[in-house]
Structure formats: C-alpha cells, structure tokens
C-alpha cells in the first residue's frame, strides 16, 4: 500500500510541478503577446516553439523520473517489462489469426467457385440431354402423327 502511495505522491508532485511551470510561462507568453501585439505571427511562433520546448522537457521529466521509480522500485520494470511482452504476444496472435483467417476465406471462396462451376457444368449438360430427348421424341412423334395422317389419307382415297 505504500508503494502505490509513493507512487501516487511522485505523479502528484510532477503533475504539479509540471503545471507551475507551464502555467508561468504561459503567463510570461501572454504578457509579451500583449505587449509586441504588431509582431503577432512572430510571437505565434515562438509560442508554439516554447510549447514543443517544454513538452520536451516535461517528457524528459517524466522519462527520468520513471527510471529513478524503475531504480527504486525494480519490480515496476520487470511489469512494464511483461506488459510489453504481453502486448507484442497478442499482436503477433492477432497478425497471425487474421493471416490465417484470410487464407482459409481465399480457401474457402476457391472452393465455392470450383463447386460452383461443377453445378453449372452438370446442370447446363443436364439441359442438353434433356433438350437432345425432347427434340428426338418430337421427331418419334412428328413421324408418327405423319404416319398416321398418310394411313387415313391413304384409307379415305381407297374408300372414294
């Protein structure tokens, strides 16, 4: 319980100090904004010069403090150490799933087009024969109702 108290202290304290510094040198940039109101796009940019200034001395800040917390408190590296483990673990599990996930879908729409065209082979050959079958009944049957009309005709000249 300590520890975490420590730890919140240190944050608190950075925060803090972090806040002080920044909101002083905010006031002093506010201040010569009002005084050097003509010369406006320069001061933007010193303004925004200081601001990347001080984010980089407040990252510094944050980064030494964290190695002196890592010096006194060795387990918070060995954590911070898992973490990114951990995290590298499930991104490369993610990376690989999604892999194979792709490949199995590639696969799978393969697969589906191959079956796809067999249904269309086996179903546009069954309309062929079917059609083939039709054609040659129609033929049976043309020639028979030929025959037929040829034997009445041909009983119809013997009965006159």
């Known amino acids: 319980m300590d520890l975490i108290k420590t730890l919140a202290y240190a944050g608190l304290g950075l925060t803090a100090e972090s806040n002080e510094k920044i909101k002083e040198r905010f006031d002093a940039l506010v201040e010569a904004g009002k005084k050097a109101d003509n010369e406006g796009k320069n001061i933007i940019g010193d303004f925004f010069k200081t601001i990347d200034s001080t984010k980089?001395?407040?990252?510094?800040?944050?980064?030494k403090n964290k190695e002196k917390l890592f010096e006194q408190f060795p387990?918070?590296?060995?954590?911070?150490?898992?973490?990114?483990?951990?995290?590298?673990?499930?991104?490369?599990?993610?990376?690989?799933?999604?892999?194979?996930?792709?490949?199995?879908?590639?696969?799978?729409?393969?697969?589906?087009?191959?079956?796809?065209?067999s249904a269309q082979e086996e179903i546009t050959s069954k309309v062929k024969a079917t059609t083939e079958d039709l054609t040659q009944k129609a033929k049976s049957a043309k020639e028979e109702i030929e025959n037929t009309v040829n034997k009445v005709t041909k009983v119809k000249k013997e009965e006159k």
Do not use: G, M, P, R
Not at 81 to 102: A, G, P, R, Y
């Open 56 to 63: 980089e001395d407040f990252e510094a800040n944050i980064e």
């Open 75 to 117: 387990i918070l590296k060995e954590w911070e150490d898992k973490l990114n483990q951990t995290k590298d673990e499930v991104t490369s599990k993610f990376n690989s799933t999604k892999e194979d996930i792709t490949e199995k879908a590639k696969t799978v729409k393969e697969d589906i087009t191959k079956k796809a065209k």
